[in-house]
């Protein structure tokens, strides 16, 4: 998947097809577990990459982290906005309060990260490149191999607390950590050489 | 075949049983030395060593990721581990700010940069309010903490800030002081000066339980009135002056209205406008006083529309009618506060008795 040489505003012919495993890594991370039943990563993704092609002139960068800084921008307010339509209706249907609560938190916390990554651009910039090629390997991984390192590494969360939510053992979660980092890291590698 | 075929697998679990104390141990802070873990498990040193290097690799570049994952959850950590749970908040939760929960253990409630939490003092749409010790200057302040953490871009964010230095720069005897306006690992906040009372949200509910209450000749004591010690002297008092009907319950009320629109005006006179006057918003203290506090903040809610509650910027009920007739929200200033102070006026007057037939529903 090439993504370097990112063409900047004055290139018609622009890749975004890229950052779709980006985009759909990071609306992954963001979405309430109650959302994620309800919405779908790869809808928002589409949506988001839509709207970017559609109002492409006003992208302002020049290189693929600004491109990727104002991707995050458009999938943030299509988050936020997707969590809030969703906190209205659970309000309208008289749903209970903990649900609207955790809706709502959501699509807060969204706009949270979003400002939080606004606020220090300067060491994102070396980064974005990595993490375009770490969602693009792991969006190639078995589903439950991309979740325990999803959960694990990339949020944090401690092995008994991934064994719970995937309802596995933690022996059988360290198998699907042990066989997943494996293969990330030979995909890893070659995308690393091309 | 089978047999190997059960060794294997045999010798997959215990693989993962080993990797799996390794990895438990460091979520402990307990890492093994790398050297050593290998030389205890020769027979999986490949393994081993494979697993460690991979395992590294990914924690070094999910590094950004999760520092932003932890910047939000800020507020998320808060909620979950400061908080006391959620239960008793009603309806009217916006207007509880001023309640004082007390059947809620005093846990161990963390600290937020300089300032220490001592406990919930309150909820409303735009935050929760706890009182704190600021570690520094040994004093106790209110530290409200907004839910939304950031706003949707830096400019907003700013234009909050703009609105809290200028409500900072208010000096008025009936306004809350506001101390600092800051941002924390992500958790934006406001301390204010800590007033020891009760938001006039509150005695409303206690003048109208205790109306109910009067026809049985009982003392308008409700629970959390009894467990909240000095601060509903003025709650008492009112009460008192309430249920005997006095003229001293009129003075009272108009007291109140009076050092509102006097605080008001003074706020207008420096160009603020609160836009949020609401009984929730006014704080009486323990000598009766009135406190006008949140100035600057309802600024910020408009900004983040119906980020929590749904709630409209100015809580529709006691927005003055100056505001509301103007399409762009713009009245001047002391038009705009002398409306809400006598909505107000109105909201407390129904808890006499000759009012009592019509008393507005709340929500």
């Known amino acids: 998947m090439e993504v370097r040489g990112v063409p900047t505003n004055e290139h018609q012919n622009w890749e975004l097809e890229g950052f779709r495993d980006y985009l759909r890594l990071l609306a992954r991370l963001q979405l309430d577990p109650r959302l994620q039943a309800k919405l779908d990563a790869s809808d928002i993704v589409q949506q988001t990459l839509l709207q970017a092609h559609e109002h492409r002139d006003q992208f302002r960068g020049q290189t693929e982290a600004e491109l990727a800084g104002w991707l995050r921008s458009i999938l943030a307010n299509t988050l936020a906005a997707a969590a809030r339509r969703f906190a209205a209706d659970a309000r309208n249907l008289g749903r209970e309060r903990s649900l609207q609560d955790s809706l709502a938190e959501s699509a807060a916390r969204i706009e949270s990260w979003l400002a939080a990554e606004q606020s220090s651009p300067s060491e994102r910039v070396l980064r974005v490149e990595e993490l375009v090629r770490l969602a693009s390997a792991l969006a190639q991984l078995p589903a439950d191999q991309r979740e325990v390192i999803e959960f694990h590494h990339l949020k944090g969360w401690p092995v008994a607390e991934v064994a719970e939510v995937m309802q596995r053992t933690k022996p059988a979660v360290m198998g699907l950590l042990f066989r997943g980092q494996k293969k990330l890291r030979e995909l890893l590698q070659e995308a690393g050489e091309p | 075949m089978n047999e190997e075929l059960a060794e294997s697998s045999q010798r997959q679990e215990r693989l993962q049983e080993i990797l799996l104390g390794y990895v438990e141990a460091a979520e402990a802070g307990k890492a093994p030395d790398q050297r050593g873990f290998l030389a205890a498990h020769p027979e999986f040193a490949d393994e081993i060593a494979d697993f460690l290097a991979s395992y590294q690799q990914l924690n070094q570049m999910a590094t950004p990721l999760r520092e932003s994952n932890e910047r939000q959850a800020g507020m998320d950590a808060i909620q979950a581990a400061l908080l006391p749970h959620r239960a008793g908040t009603t309806g009217r939760s916006t207007e509880t ?209 119906l980020t929590m509650t749904g709630e409209l910027l100015g809580t529709l009920r006691y927005v003055s009618r100056t505001s509301r007739s103007r399409p762009n929200g713009r009245p001047s200033p002391s038009a705009h506060g002398n409306g809400c102070a006598g909505t107000l006026l109105l909201w407390v007057l129904p808890c006499c008795s000759c009012w009592s037939a019509s008393l507005p529903q709340r929500h």
Not at chain 2, 130 to 154: H, M, T
Request: glycine content about 10%; hydrophobic content about 40%; proline content about 3%.
């Open chain 2, 97 to 305: 700010v001023g309640v004082i929960d007390k059947s809620a253990p005093p846990a161990e409630l963390g600290q937020l940069g300089d300032y220490k939490l001592l406990r919930e003092i309150g909820r409303g749409g735009m935050g929760v309010v706890y009182e704190a010790e600021q570690i520094s200057l040994r004093r106790r302040v209110a530290l409200k903490i907004l839910p939304f953490v950031a706003g949707v871009d830096s400019r907003q964010l700013q234009r909050f800030r703009n609105e809290a230095e200028a409500a900072a720069h208010l000096h008025h005897s009936h306004i809350v002081p506001v101390f600092a306006v800051g941002c924390e690992r992500g958790v934006h906040y406001y301390a204010m000066q800590f007033i020891d009372g009760q938001s006039l949200a509150t005695v409303i509910a206690a003048l109208a339980e205790g109306q109910e209450k009067a026809g049985n000749g009982q003392q308008p004591t409700s629970e959390k009135e009894r467990t909240s010690g000095n601060s509903t002297q003025a709650v008492g008092a009112i009460s008192t002056e309430h249920s005997a009907r006095t003229h001293r319950f009129y003075r009272t009320v108009a007291t109140i209205g009076r050092q509102t629109a006097e605080a008001l005006e003074y706020a207008h006179q420096t160009g603020i406008i609160h836009r949020d006057i609401k009984p929730a918003n006014l704080l009486l203290d323990s000598r009766g006083e009135v406190w006008i506090t949140d100035f600057g903040l309802a600024q910020f809610r408009s900004q983040v529309g």
